[in-house]
């Protein structure tokens, strides 16, 4: 017999976690995209994104992040790591309105 577990939060078929990085320095779009690249580089991720004007990147992938790792990567590209939060992501689908 085969059993299927349902998830609560999906993304495809799979639990996804949504992690928010504080990273401080960053002024323009090729400043988000250093970012982007460095931790796509460094992590298998589905989607990260980075803004300038919130201080932000917001990073989402199947397992939970080294936190140890993602201070490194982000040192590495000169901008200062602020506050490291992750919590379950949902993907907001177009019928998920009311939901």
């Known amino acids: 017999m085969i059993q299927i577990r349902i998830k609560n939060e999906i993304y495809g078929g ?3 976690i949504k992690t928010t990085l504080e990273v401080k320095g960053m002024a323009c779009g090729m400043c988000e995209n250093h ?3 460095a ?3 460094a992590f298998a991720v589905k989607k990260v994104t980075s803004s300038h004007a919130k201080n932000q990147t917001e990073i989402i992938s ?3 992040l080294d936190e140890e790792k993602i201070k490194s990567v982000i ?4 901008y200062e790591l602020g506050a490291i939060t992750s919590e379950p992501y949902q993907k907001k689908g177009l019928f998920s309105f009311g939901k």
Do not use: D, K
Request: hydrophobic residues 30%.
């Open 14 to 16: 799979i639990e996804m």
């Open 75 to 78: 040192a590495e590209t000169g």
């Open 39 to 41: 931790i796509r580089n």
């Open 62 to 64: 199947e397992e939970p």
């Open 35 to 37: 970012v982007n690249e």
